[in-house]
């Protein structure tokens, strides 16, 4: 079992949605992020959180520490928001060095207008 | 303020060689850290500099090294090319003392190594 999971893999919605993307881990994290990678491979850190919420704009990133889990929703959805996305959590090292990512599988969203 | 640079953005090689990528951070971060991104295996971590010492380093074999010299720049190294190396290997840095995955990561754009 992966340590980080996310849900969906693929979700095609149309311009305006709401759109939620889901990620649960199973270790313990200093700290969670959200990813967007766009095709051509740039990736741009979104959001970084330890608990609670955070909002940017149209998104929003939510933490629950003890259900292990977290959220990343878009409203009012624009295709120019057809990207993956990707959650990463921050694990520290049994017996070496210095915190990691460990990196969930991804989630391909596309935006119809 | 310039963000995170890697050269060459693009690279053939063939199985056997040798091939060196670098990574220039965000001025003033001391951070930088490698991961390589395949479409079978996603994003792993590779391994994470500070002030020109690895801090950590993820689970790949010892033909992928790297080193971060005095003015926060980085290269890694990978010898031996293998097919399965083809990936796109990107760099981050962040501003951080202490725990790097606990910090903001700027990404840079990425190196496409291609393994013939």
């Given at each position: 079992?992966?340590?980080?999971?996310?849900?969906?893999?693929n979700l095609t919605a149309q311009e305006?949605?709401?759109?939620?993307?889901?990620?649960?881990y199973s270790v313990g994290i200093s700290a969670l992020h959200w990813l967007q990678q766009h095709p051509g491979g740039g990736i741009v850190s979104l959001f970084m959180l330890s608990s609670g919420k955070?909002?940017?704009?149209?998104?929003?990133a939510t933490i629950n520490i003890q259900e292990k889990?977290?959220?990343l929703h878009i409203t009012a959805s624009h295709p120019r928001d057809s990207a993956v996305y990707i959650c990463a959590v921050s694990q520290f090292p049994i017996n070496f060095g210095n915190e990691k990512l460990t990196f969930g599988t991804g989630t391909r969203l596309t935006i119809i207008p | 303020k310039a963000g995170v640079t890697q050269?060459?953005?693009?690279?053939?090689?063939?199985?056997g060689q040798q091939v060196?990528?670098?990574?220039?951070?965000?001025s003033g971060h001391r951070s930088v850290s490698w991961y390589q991104q395949t479409p079978g295996q996603g994003l792993q971590f590779l391994f994470e500099y500070f002030s020109e010492t690895q801090r950590n380093?993820?689970?790949f074999p010892g033909r992928f090294s790297g080193?971060?010299?005095s003015n926060s720049r980085s290269e890694m190294n990978v010898s031996t090319l293998e097919l399965g190396d083809s990936a796109l290997y990107l760099c981050a840095s962040s501003w951080t003392s202490g725990r790097a995955g606990a910090d903001t990561q700027y990404f840079g754009p990425g190196t496409r190594l291609t393994v013939l």
């Open positions: 079992k992966n340590e980080v999971e996310q849900s969906p893999q305006g949605e709401f759109i939620t993307i889901n990620c649960s955070k909002k940017h704009g149209r998104l929003i889990h977290s959220s | 050269t060459p953005r693009y690279l053939i090689k063939t199985r060196t990528l670098s990574c220039s951070p965000i380093k993820g689970n080193r971060q010299f």
